[in-house]
């Protein structure tokens, strides 16, 4: 007997994502139901070979179901989640709205899948910013070994993260550049997004980080270690699909590059692509529709005591949301409710 699974939010990009993935990973569920908001009632979505038309998530009764993704954003998550969850069905929430609530876990399942025991607070799991879940990805199994003190982050995100309407802008504003009189005004972004790169992601806060590079520090300490030193810079890119990210780590204990390539080598969910010459290393282009967290640029920061630099880069609509809700799925199945 498999899982009845809810998708909620599955008209939009992360929605359609999470459906893809949980048929290319053959997740045992008996029924999956796409919910959306009313508007868009009986949109067909594609699950695998199948075709689903989406249901009213407004009304919908959520008894007998194992468990729900939510990809519909913090306001509709506050009204539908406890309901859910109220009912049995376990809530595993792409949203912000729960990663910081000391009562709900916030789980990436290579990192921390200890912590998924917790969800027994709330009945609500939630899954963590896109640019927080690949950095820890990479992090952790060097900061089993060396233990990491402190981490300089440099972001270069997609518009994919900040939806449809993102894409569209880009895409938009670049056909734009080349036909006189058809520019195409910011209005996704702050600034024009085609072209350029754009210093914020998310508003700012009275530190003067955005709340982007906010999310980045809070995730990482409540993932991993609270005692770990993290500052972002955020920044938004035009590419389609795929966050890239410049860390710096300085490590308590020495660890040289090349064991440093070898652990990660070994670390689950990770892709190692370093070679010293021209295009040996991964970029979004490659990303897009993997898996895994590609690392690349592995290398000693000789600048500090224990210091090394790395790349960074997955497809951010799986690994930085839906596959990682997705493998939440499968950790809570094979852990805890273990049906199937």
């Known amino acids: 007997m498999g899982y009845k699974v809810v998708v909620a939010g599955a008209t939009g990009n992360v929605g359609r994502e999470m459906?893809?993935?949980?048929?290319?990973?053959?997740?045992?569920?008996?029924?999956?139901?796409a919910l959306a908001s009313r508007r868009s009632i009986?949109?067909?979505?594609?699950?695998?070979?199948?075709?689903?038309?989406?249901?009213?998530?407004?009304?919908?009764?959520?008894t007998g179901y194992d468990m729900a993704l939510f990809a519909i954003g913090s306001d509709a998550t506050r009204q539908y989640a406890p309901i859910a969850a109220s009912r049995g069905c376990v809530v595993i929430?792409?949203?912000?709205?729960?990663?910081?609530?000391?009562?709900?876990p916030l789980i990436v399942p290579e990192v921390n899948p200890e912590a998924i025991e917790d969800y027994r607070n709330r009945m609500?799991?939630?899954?963590?910013?896109?640019?927080?879940?690949?950095?820890?990805?990479?992090?952790?199994?060097l900061h089993d070994r060396a233990r990491i003190k402190r981490v300089v982050v440099s972001t270069y995100q997609s518009v994919s993260g900040a939806g449809k309407e993102g894409i569209d802008e880009l895409w938009d504003q670049t056909k734009g550049m080349y036909v006189p009189g058809q520019e195409v005004a910011p209005k996704k972004f702050q600034k024009q997004i085609a072209f350029n790169v754009i210093p914020?992601?998310?508003?700012?806060?009275?530190?003067?980080?955005?709340?982007?590079?906010?999310?980045?520090?809070?995730?990482?300490?409540?993932?991993?270690?609270?005692?770990?030193?993290?500052?972002a810079t955020c920044v938004r890119v035009p590419v389609?699909?795929?966050?890239?990210?410049?860390?710096?780590?300085?490590?308590e204990d020495f660890l040289d590059e090349d064991e440093a390539r070898d652990i990660l080598r070994e670390a689950p969910g990770i892709l190692v692509i370093d070679k010293r010459e021209p295009g040996g290393y991964a970029t979004p282009v490659e990303c897009v529709g993997d898996f895994a967290t590609f690392v690349s640029r592995i290398r000693q920061d000789v600048t500090v005591e224990n210091g090394l630099n790395l790349w960074c880069v997955p497809d951010n609509l799986r690994k930085g949301?839906?596959?990682?809700?997705?493998?939440?799925?499968?950790?809570?199945?094979?852990r805890v409710l273990k049906k199937g």
């Open 19 to 33: 459906l893809n993935i949980l048929a290319e990973r053959q997740f045992p569920a008996d029924e999956v139901v």
């Open 42 to 62: 009986g949109t067909e979505v594609s699950y695998g070979d199948k075709t689903l038309k989406t249901k009213d998530i407004e009304g919908f009764d959520f």
């Open 93 to 104: 929430d792409n949203s912000s709205l729960y990663r910081y609530d000391p009562e709900i």
């Open 124 to 141: 609500i799991i939630a899954n963590p910013n896109c640019s927080t879940a690949q950095m820890v990805v990479a992090l952790k199994p």
């Open 200 to 231: 914020q992601i998310d508003v700012f806060l009275d530190s003067g980080d955005t709340k982007e590079e906010w999310k980045m520090v809070a995730e990482t300490k409540k993932i991993m270690d609270p005692s770990i030193k993290v500052t």
């Open 240 to 251: 389609f699909v795929g966050h890239s990210e410049a860390i710096n780590i300085e490590t």
């Open 321 to 334: 949301a839906a596959l990682n809700a997705v493998q939440i799925a499968e950790l809570l199945g094979n």
